[in-house]
């Protein structure tokens, strides 16, 4: 599975961004789907996962935050609203087979600044 993500960028406080993540191979459905982030000189850290109907969410983003997929088009989307500064990090999307234990598969990462 190769992931690319796209679709970060400058934003205000307050303001929304949309992050997409296009995914190749034919078992995509299988897959969980994540968003991860990393701001720096701290860990990478959950944001985000979605496998079938079922999503999860970091606290820090529950209710600001809505992860989505369409399986049609192989791509996993995080739609993020009301960012806020603490917000930046460089988000990746990474991708699991549904029994895995941990996710295999990661993207290159794309930058979310969010401006005070």
């Known amino acids: 599975v190769q992931l690319q993500a796209f679709g970060g960028g400058l934003v205000q406080a307050g303001g929304s961004l949309r992050l997409s993540c296009a995914a190749s191979g034919r078992t995509f459905s299988t897959y969980v789907m994540g968003w991860f982030r990393q701001a720096p000189g701290k860990e990478r850290e959950f944001v985000a996962s979605v496998i079938g109907r079922t999503t999860n969410y970091a606290d820090s983003v529950k209710g600001r935050f809505t992860i989505s997929r369409d399986n049609a088009k192989n791509t996993v989307y995080l739609q993020s609203n009301s960012l806020k500064p603490e917000d930046t990090a460089v988000y990746y999307c990474?991708?699991?087979?549904?029994?895995?234990?941990?996710?295999?598969?990661w993207g290159q990462g794309t930058q979310v600044t969010v401006s005070s």
């Open positions: 990474a991708a699991k087979w549904y029994l895995a234990p941990t996710y295999e598969y």
